[in-house]
């Protein structure tokens, strides 16, 4: 029974070593992309940028690192209420939803097989917004990307 007890203790305080290392429980980013891409991160934005609502998740405070995962979704068509799901596989007109990409030394668009965003809270401009998506990626191929962010969504 206390070996049980430890080995309990250790599996809990790896998962939480495993978490921190990709930011704070409410920005958080996992998957198996990190087995071919480096996933950590100092900061996540959200901003709205004309019809698209885009979420960064930065290296470095001011993102001078680069950008780890850049999550665009388009959402001019859309009512964002709290708890919906948004497919982002579907295409708007000749273009796609969303678009995944990483910017860092360079840019490399991951693109996205299946996927899904929703939010806790509404993204309103000016106010906190919480939520989390859930995507497999075109390339690399079949790998997963699984994010929770929170922060003040700007007006850009």
């Known amino acids: 029974m206390r070996t049980f007890f430890v080995l309990s203790l ?18 958080a980013i996992q998957g198996s992309v990190t087995e071919v891409y480096a996933m950590d991160f100092d900061v996540v934005s959200v901003s709205r940028i004309e019809d698209y609502l885009v979420i960064e998740y930065q290296k470095g405070k001011d993102g ?9 979704v388009y959402v001019a068509d859309l009512t964002i209420s709290a708890g919906n799901t ?13 678009t995944l990409q990483r910017i860092v030394e360079g840019s490399i668009d991951m693109g996205i097989a299946r996927g899904n965003i929703q939010f806790d809270t509404p993204p309103t401009p000016g106010e906190k917004t919480t939520g989390h998506f859930r995507i497999t990626t075109v390339a690399p191929s079949g790998r997963t990307l699984n994010g929770d962010f929170q922060a003040t969504v700007a007006q850009k």
């Open 86 to 98: 948004i497919d982002l596989t579907g295409t708007v007109g000749t273009s796609p939803r969303a």
């Open 64 to 72: 001078s690192g680069g950008k780890v995962a850049k999550l665009s």
């Open 10 to 27: 250790s599996i809990g305080s790896l998962s939480l070593i495993a978490l921190s290392a990709f930011g704070s429980a409410a920005n």
